[in-house]
């Protein structure tokens, strides 16, 4: 296996492959969470480049070979902003792809765990090439998790940094990522979801009940698993599981 460090239209990243792949072998960005950082999902990559599928593991915004030195209560107020520059990066690393001749097959997946899994989602409903995905631990609506967020400063009793007004006009950003809201856009491409019941970060409920609401026809391409003990990370059985479907599908 050949792991390369990269930078592509100044965004760092690994490209993972080895000898075997070629122009035509599918291709997936793999997405890492919130305060990690690319090399940290080195294992996906393992276990798909075996599969024969040529990975790429951008770092995100502040993340990574791009952090800064802000604290976490200054990164957790940049979220939704390193979550969006993300659903935009996703593009860009897309086009390097093509413009590369990586993607001539046009077999292309993304797929991350924890923040990665919900810029997976919002991927999914923006961009039409997206061929596959797997969300880990993720969301399929930016806003549900946002107003869960919200309520839980204040729960905890935490100063909001943002006004009513700036809330508002976030969440009106935000709802355009909505990947329930725009079933079109994933209409039958193979999509599988993994989360920890035990999950108090990602609530697991949310991407849960959009599943068990879908009609027979959405839900055909869809497969959740769903592991009772666990949390907020994802087992070996998980990581197993989701790369194999990845790798299936795409083949």
Not at 15 to 41: T, W
Not at 65 to 93: C, P
Request: glycine letters at 6%; proline letters at 3%.
């Amino acid at each position: 296996m050949i792991v390369k460090r990269e930078l592509w239209s100044d965004i760092p990243l690994l490209h993972v492959y080895n000898e075997d792949l070629n122009e035509q072998s599918p291709v997936v960005i793999f997405l890492h969470g919130f305060l990690s950082a690319k090399e940290h999902n080195l294992h996906y990559a393992y276990q798909l480049v075996q599969q024969g599928v040529r990975v790429i593991l951008p770092d995100a915004f502040l993340h990574g070979e791009r952090a800064e030195t802000a604290s976490e209560q200054m990164m957790n107020a940049h979220f939704w902003n390193i979550v969006l520059k993300s659903v935009k990066e996703v593009h860009i690393v897309y086009e390097q792809l093509k413009a590369k001749n990586y993607v001539a097959s046009g077999k292309i997946g993304i797929a991350g765990t924890s923040m990665g899994g919900i810029v997976t989602s919002g991927c999914l409903a923006v961009y039409p090439w997206v061929q596959a995905a797997g969300i880990c631990m993720g969301t399929t609506s930016f806003t549900k998790l946002a107003l869960y967020q919200v309520e839980d400063m204040v729960q905890r009793e935490i100063d909001f940094p943002m006004s009513q007004q700036e809330q508002t006009d976030l969440l009106a950003l935000l709802s355009q990522f909505n990947m329930e809201d725009h079933s079109a856009m994933w209409r039958n491409k193979p999509i599988i979801f993994w989360h920890g019941m035990r999950d108090t970060v990602v609530p697991y409920q949310m991407s849960r009940d959009f599943y068990d609401g879908l009609s027979d026809e959405l839900r055909t391409s869809i497969t959740y698993l769903s592991e009772e003990k666990a949390g907020h990370a994802v087992s070996r059985a998980g990581v197993l599981q989701v790369t194999q479907f990845i790798a299936q599908r795409l083949a």
